[in-house]
């Protein structure tokens, strides 16, 4: 019984962690979907590109952009002054790619602990989430913020960009998906079955005659 209880568990756990994934980027869509972009240095073929993103880091994404044009209209009202609005939404970008990932990586320990399986592939698709969130951290950083691209074109940037946090989403969901299905594989667990003693079928005489008699061994 405590076996089908810890493999319940893994499901339990690995099923609040894909709602609480859900409901964030749900929570971050339905933000950028609310306010309109109004920052012009952004051209509306990297906007469409934003709104297309699909997982939770894009969810983020999206979310960064809206701080981001909430900043620069804050920052034209004077209230900010000569604060540079963008490097504080990659900021608090960042922040927010760094605790999603931490709990990502908690969610796998307890998954681990839990299920005594697939503790390898969880560590591994914390970690490389996480590296994997924080690298597109640091190109969106360094290069989309600059103005005077040369090298490499905003789109350029903006594909490697996304493609990251894609494969930071999808190495966040593999382990969770390998340790739900692990957990759905055990559910079929036969358990030792309990006869009530009011139904337990007695037999009758003629069968008990019809039994084999043991012979007598002298």
Known sequence: MKCVYDHLAVGHIAFL?????TVLGIVAVSTTQWFNFSDADLPVED???????????GGLWRA????QDMGESIKSCGNIGSGNAKLNAVRAMSILCIMFSFMVMFT?????LASKKLALPSFLGSFLAMGTGISAVVVYAYFIDDINVTTLGRNDVLNWSYWLMVTAAALTGIPLLMNCMNAIKKWDVVQPSVVDPEEQVT???AQVEELPKPERVD
Do not use: K, N, Q, W
């Open 108 to 112: 796998s320990i307890a998954i681990a």
């Open 47 to 57: 906007r469409r590109m934003l709104l297309d993103s699909i997982g939770l880091y």
């Open 64 to 67: 960064c952009v809206v701080v």
């Open 203 to 205: 037999p009758t005489e």
């Open 17 to 21: 962690s894909a709602l609480a994934s």
